[in-house]
């Protein structure tokens, strides 16, 4: 490999090694695993209030039970003491007692069921609520073993071009190793450009036609661009 391949291919892989951390670092899978965890919180969170209003109806159902097996016993205490009721105001207030029971009964049947109601909504909600965590958590997961996969095939990728990259730059003679490092800090991501035709490849400014000619007499395969002082790969032969 001549000098100016070398040169030319240390800035290949370092443009490529610049992309595959940039596609490390913009996986869209990392953008859909925050989607899923925000949804996920926002889920956590209605679920809190679904299982509270949950408890809170079953705990008004379970005292609708117990008013009603009040109610009984008063009927069944009632019913155990009729024998004795002798007289027709005896009678009248028993009545009039049972009455009551039975109005009271009526209005926790009632509401008993407009609380089943509630409550069986609750119990649905907070079942759809679960599976959907589910889903978002295996979806999460499943998103997270592709982002893996993901980076572990570019770190395979990264590996190798820097096992290529300490060779190819071991190779170069020491003043254009260090030509390059200053160029690529000058430059920034590119460092050489090659001539193609009277235009070299990265800054595209047309040489003069002596520039041009200066650049041809010389023939150095690795030169300096006389407009941008990048590196300039040349080829007159
Ligand atoms: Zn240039």
Excluded: W
Excluded at 154 to 178: F, H, K, V
Excluded at 194 to 208: E, F, I
Aim: net charge neutral; hydrophobic share 35%.
């Amino acid at each position: 490999m001549t000098d100016a391949d070398a040169l030319r291919r240390l800035q290949e892989i370092d443009l490529e090694l610049l992309r595959i951390s940039k596609e490390g670092r913009e996986l869209p899978q990392r953008a859909k695993i925050d989607a899923a965890k925000a949804a996920r919180k926002k889920v956590d969170g209605e679920l809190t209030k679904i299982v509270g209003q949950r408890k809170d109806l079953e705990i008004e159902l379970n005292d609708l039970g117990h008013r009603r097996r009040d109610c009984e016993r008063q009927l069944d205490e009632i019913s155990a003491s009729q024998d004795g009721a002798s007289d027709y105001r005896a009678a009248a207030d028993l009545e009039a007692r049972l009455t009551t029971i039975a109005k009271k009964l009526e209005r926790i049947d009632f509401e008993s069921d407009a609380v089943t109601e509630r409550l069986i909504t609750a119990e649905r909600a907070e079942k759809n609520a679960r599976g959907l965590q589910e889903r978002l958590d295996t979806e999460t997961a499943s998103l997270a073993a592709s982002a893996k996969e993901a980076l572990l095939a570019l770190r395979d990728r990264q590996e190798a071009l820097t096992r290529e990259r300490e060779s190819i730059s071991g190779s170069l003679p020491p003043e254009l190793q260090l030509r390059y490092i200053k160029a690529r800090k000058r430059f920034g991501t590119v460092a050489v450009e090659t001539l193609d035709g009277n235009k070299p490849s990265a800054c595209r400014v047309t040489l003069q036609p002596s520039q041009y000619s200066d650049l041809k007499r010389r023939a150095q395969p690795v030169d300096e661009c006389p407009y941008c002082h990048r590196i300039l790969i040349t080829d007159f032969s």
